[in-house]
């Protein structure tokens, strides 16, 4: 039985704006983007300077030496554009290095056989080719308006100024505290004496940070030098060699041969409109499977009900079936939250959902000294297990869960950009959110608050509680169901963020729990 309060209500209201307007898991670099926008700046713009201020206010959750996938809708073209920079095996990997411990599971995100010492988990050897630098520049170079060093002089400053340690990030930190003490640079950066967790102040009046000067100084070369630093520059060469001197097989020649890609994005009809999404190895195709099948099963009417929520568990079920066994896709459904997202609408309606990821929280749980950033874990994306779709290999792309989308309804007179964190929990909460807004004509707020299901390849549904009994006794008619409330951690849900754009105005909202997230609109500069 639960401990949590069965009366308590929150609300997290829609913020309207006139213009544009960012929705971010943090509500810092929301106002960064804002700003970029108030100062005339495009989506792209925005966008740039947000994706770098994220990776140093949740610095857990993403940041340059990790990874992710962009959509982007371009008004005057109305045409949308997908890229690409997720990350890849180092081509010096080699699997033998990662054998099985024998009869034991891993106890991360992925429930594969464990490997000797967590290596594909854990440290310098689950880190993979960081992506996210090059796409965010790529994207950049082909839409920016503003230079690329003023949009990324916010997060210096940020990463100047240190860490605030509130009693979320307290929270983050002391999740992961075991396993960053064993790295000796991560346990200086995040604990304190290097083992214990570091905690916030008991009053209003604290102001404790931890300091990101050495990131402060990444970022200001990556500026300085533009987005090839980190591939081509020392920047890159400091951040293999760290790698290397910790065990791991990052090269310099890896970082140089990087390059992300602009990619056709899928176009799948739904309804009368249409939604976009990432193609490849992401979650993209496993939408499109269940939007196909919510097209064929779902009859709406003036609000989900219980047979609504029952094709959505159909129309997931099966698509993550599929997924399962054609993409090698076997992350855990009890995975903790992770990654993050934002999305971007300008007052010309240009858009971006963004979603970027380190991969686990805190990554490898291991710094580069040299750059003092937090390293990904993305090898931890293959299954260490030879002779599977998506067995580890070397210079391999990794599969990743990401979803980030741009809908918009017949005739695109209401348009959407979103996506969300929290690993395979993604894909279902952006299939359900597009069709509240596209089958149910909900606004923003009303998609964000409605309760949803994950059914994501576990054997129960997991259903939000606050579902009417009469919507919970349809799903357990053919389905394990498991209640569960929306809480602020664990996330027993998603973590979406999203922007919605008319012909009167625009909105964006982030998930309600979120204590963190948050939406800004610009505000015309005085």
Known sequence: MSSFSRSQVVRKPAVAGAAGLVAAQHRGAAEVGAEVLAAGGDAIDAAVATSF???????????????????????????????????????????????????????????????????????????????????????????????????????????????????????????????????????????????????????????????????????????????????????????????????????????????????????????????????????????????????????????????????????????????LAGMGDRESPEAPACTTHFSVIDRHGNMAAVTQTLLSSFGARCVSPSTGLLLNNGIMWFEPEPGRPNSLAPAKRCLMNVCPVVGESEGGLRRFALGASGGRKIMPAVAQLSSFLLDYGMTLEEAFHQPRIDFSGGPAVVADESLPAETLAALRAGHEVVETKRTVFPYGFACPAGVLGDTTGSWGATEPLSPWGDAVAERPES
């Open 53 to 323: 201020a994220l990776g140093v206010l949740e610095p857990w959750m993403s940041g340059p030496a990790g990874g992710g996938a962009m959509l982007i809708w371009r008004a005057a073209e109305r045409k949308a554009h997908c890229l690409f920079y997720g990350m890849r095996a180092p081509a010096g990997l080699d699997p033998v290095d990662y054998p099985l411990s024998g009869g034991r599971v891993s106890d991360d995100l992925f429930p594969w056989a464990a490997v000797v010492e967590d290596r594909n988990v854990r440290g310098a050897t689950a880190v993979a080719v960081p992506g996210l630098v090059d796409g965010i520049g790529k994207a950049h170079g082909r839409f920016g308006r503003l230079p690329w060093k003023e949009l990324l002089q916010p997060a210096v400053v940020l990463a100047r100024q240190g860490l605030l340690v509130d009693w979320y990030a307290a929270l983050m930190i002391a999740s992961a505290s075991r396993v960053l003490a064993q790295d000796p640079d991560a346990a200086a950066l995040f604990l304190e004496e290097g083992r214990w967790p570091t905690i916030a102040g008991w009053t209003a009046l604290s102001d404790k940070r931890i300091d990101l000067t050495r990131m402060a100084d990444t970022l200001a070369e990556l500026a300085d030098k533009g987005p090839r630093e980190l591939y081509d520059g020392e920047v890159g060469r400091a951040l293999a060699q760290d790698v290397r001197d910790k065990g791991g097989s990052l090269s310099a020649e890896d970082l140089r041969a990087y390059r992300a890609e602009f990619q056709q994005p899928l176009e799948i009809p739904y309804r009368d409109g249409r939604v976009f999404a990432a193609p490849g190895l992401t979650a993209g195709p496993t939408l499109a499977d269940v939007l196909a099948r919510l097209s064929e099963r779902l009859r709406p009417g003036e609000a989900p009900d219980g047979a609504a929520y029952t094709a959505y568990a159909e129309a997931l079920g099966a698509a993550y079936r599929a997924r």
